[in-house]
C-alpha cells in the first residue's frame, strides 16, 4: 500500500510542476498566468484531497479486515483451548477413578 501512495504521489507532484513549469514558461499576460496557477493549485489541491480520502477509505478497510481476523484467530484460539480443557479434564477424571480404584484394592488387603 504505501508503494501505491509514494507513486500516486510521485506522480501527482509531477504533474503539479510540469504544469506550473508550462504555465510560467508560456508567453502570457501575468494575470493570465496567475489565473492558470490559481486554477492548477485548485486542481491539485482537489486531487490530494481525493486520494487522501481514498488512502484513508483504503487503510481503514484494511484495519478492520485485520480486526476482523484478529477477531476469529481469538475465537479459534479460545475453542481450542476449550477443546484441550475438556481433553485434559476427561484424561484427569479418568486417572482419579484408577487411582480411587487403586486404593480401594489397597484398603481390602
Known amino acids: 500500500m504505501s508503494n501505491n501512495s509514494n507513486t500516486a504521489l510521485g506522480i501527482l507532484a509531477g504533474a503539479a510542476i510540469g504544469a506550473l513549469a508550462g504555465i ?30 481514498d488512502l484513508k477509505e483504503r487503510v481503514s478497510e484494511t484495519v478492520a479486515v485485520q480486526k476482523e481476523n484478529l477477531g476469529t484467530r481469538v475465537e479459534n484460539l479460545v475453542s481450542d483451548v476449550s477443546y484441550k480443557t475438556e481433553d485434559v479434564i476427561t484424561t484427569l477424571e479418568a486417572k482419579l477413578k484408577e487411582l480411587k480404584a487403586k486404593n480401594k484394592q489397597l484398603q481390602k488387603s
Do not use: H, M, V, Y
Open 24 to 53: 510560467l514558461f508560456a508567453p502570457d499576460k501575468g494575470s493570465n498566468t496567475r489565473r492558470k496557477i490559481a486554477e492548477q493549485a485548485a486542481a491539485t489541491q482537489e486531487s490530494l484531497k481525493e486520494n487522501a480520502l
